[in-house]
């Protein structure tokens, strides 16, 4: 099941020309079959899980070649994600990363100092997305 502003958020990029890509530490074969369920598969140049690559998160080498995978730079990119070990790859990785405080953490995502944290996908904007990606450079 979606989480609420999933499907809006993803829209609001694909529509402003953002290459979209998901890196996760699922296999990529479930996710590529969860993500085409949700009806959103068509939305992502690249779904890459723990089983594309010789190496998957914390390894930032899984974030970047997400990304190269999807078209994208990663000295152009942003990462969503909920987790300690999403937060650390993105860092490793030098990409700032967005963290949403309603995913599978036991502690709050701000104790792992992301470069933001939302609260729901409607505070997921452009402007915030571009402030975050120019800061990093």
């Known amino acids: 099941?979606?989480?609420v502003g999933v499907l809006e958020a993803v829209e609001r990029f694909d529509d402003a020309d953002f290459l979209l890509a998901v890196c996760t530490n699922k296999y990529?074969?479930?996710s590529v079959a969860l993500?085409?369920?949700?009806g959103l598969a068509r939305y992502f140049a690249a779904i890459a899980g723990q089983d594309t690559f010789a190496f998957r998160k914390p390894?930032?080498?899984?974030?970047?070649?997400?990304?190269?995978?999807a078209g994208g730079?990663?000295?152009?990119?942003?990462m969503v994600g909920d987790s300690q070990t999403?937060?650390?790859?993105?860092?490793?990785?030098?990409?700032?990363?967005?963290?949403?405080?309603?995913?599978?953490t036991d502690r709050h995502v701000r104790e792992f100092e992301p470069s933001a944290v939302i609260s729901h996908f409607d505070a997921l904007?452009?402007?915030?997305a571009e402030r975050l990606i120019d800061a990093a450079r």
């Open 59 to 69: 390894d930032p080498r899984h974030l970047t070649e997400t990304i190269r995978l």
């Open 125 to 128: 904007t452009l402007g915030l």
């Open 1 to 3: 099941e979606q989480e």
């Open 35 to 38: 993500i085409d369920a949700l």
């Open 86 to 104: 999403d937060i650390d790859t993105a860092k490793a990785a030098g990409i700032p990363v967005v963290a949403v405080d309603f995913g599978y």
């Open 28 to 30: 990529e074969a479930n």
């Open 73 to 78: 730079d990663p000295q152009r990119a942003l």
